[in-house]
């Protein structure tokens, strides 16, 4: 229907909608950028940031996609904090946490670097903090075997876990790739995992991020630094909302320690730049 053929009382709301910035559905509003378009600018953002790195995108019904950096999404990396989401999964099905709200004491291991780490907290704050004091203690519960267990059932990384289950995320006896981060995390999304509804249900409110235009966040960092100060990161984890659902994985291999903010922003503007999220 032309704009002139159009019922006048439509054509009030559609020009009050878009004076008032009502948000209009994406396919109307925001057409989906091509692979080569996103592949560009990825190109451009990841340059900015300044590390080689690689970005996967999952959207409902769609196939896994290699938006940036395919040489690294199939490099076998150390899962870092990532790991946590597992660790909260396997901590409320086994009873190593009695539920998402009990809090766990600190162990009294000084962090210097993360005093925000030492002090009482349950799931939510352990996960947003990334607390390795947390889930160390909630890592020693579970006891290596269980962890072996689970890690294999889910199908996680390489399933394997070193001798000491509390260094299992960082001492290198389990990877992980980028390719197989995305597929964990597509699998948490959309309730695909071995573990029943309110455990999935409690450790993706702990992972909720924040909502961006009406689309909700979620979503866990991971960082390893090796000795020389080198090492491998990441954010995982998924968008829903009006604007669609998808599931997402970053990873890159800085030289030196990056900044875990400037991270989490580079991943949410490849977000924006897939229409995922509105632009900031």
């Known amino acids: 229907m032309s704009l002139s053929r159009m019922p006048l009382s439509c054509m009030s709301f559609l020009f009050a909608a878009l004076a008032a910035g009502l948000a209009l559905p994406l396919s109307a509003a925001t057409p989906a950028p091509t692979p080569a378009a996103m592949a560009s600018t990825a190109d451009a953002r990841f340059a900015a940031y300044g590390s080689p790195g690689t970005f996967l995108l999952q959207r409902d019904g769609e196939a896994p996609r290699v938006v940036h950096g395919a040489a690294l999404a199939d490099v076998p990396l150390r899962p870092a904090s990532t790991f946590k989401v ?10 190593a946490l009695k539920g998402a709200d009990e809090v766990v004491r600190w ?7 993360h005093p925000e780490w030492q002090r009482d907290m349950a799931l939510r704050e352990a996960m947003h903090t990334s607390s390795e004091a947390f889930f160390r203690t909630v890592a020693a519960r579970i006891g290596r075997e269980r962890l072996v267990a689970w890690v294999r059932k889910v199908g996680y990384g390489n399933g394997r876990i070193g001798s000491d289950a509390t260094r299992a995320w960082h001492d290198g006896v389990l990877t992980v790739t980028a390719r197989q981060q995305l597929a964990f995390v597509d699998r948490l999304r959309r309730g695909d995992l071995p573990f029943p509804a309110k455990t999935l249900a409690a450790v993706k409110a702990a992972m909720r991020d924040e909502d961006i235009g009406g689309m909700r966040v979620y979503g866990k960092t991971g960082t390893h630094v090796a000795d020389d100060r080198s090492g491998n990161v990441w954010w995982i984890g998924w ?9 997402f994985t970053l990873g890159a291999t800085p030289k030196t320690p990056d900044d ?3 991270r989490i922003a580079l991943g949410k503007a490849l977000l924006a730049d897939a229409g995922l999220l509105p632009k900031r």
């Open 86 to 95: 597992m660790l909260g999964l396997i901590a409320l099905e086994t009873g």
């Open 107 to 113: 162990d009294g291991t000084p962090y210097r670097d």
């Open 239 to 247: 968008v829903e909302g009006p604007r669609g659902s998808a599931s």
């Open 260 to 262: 875990r903010a400037k």
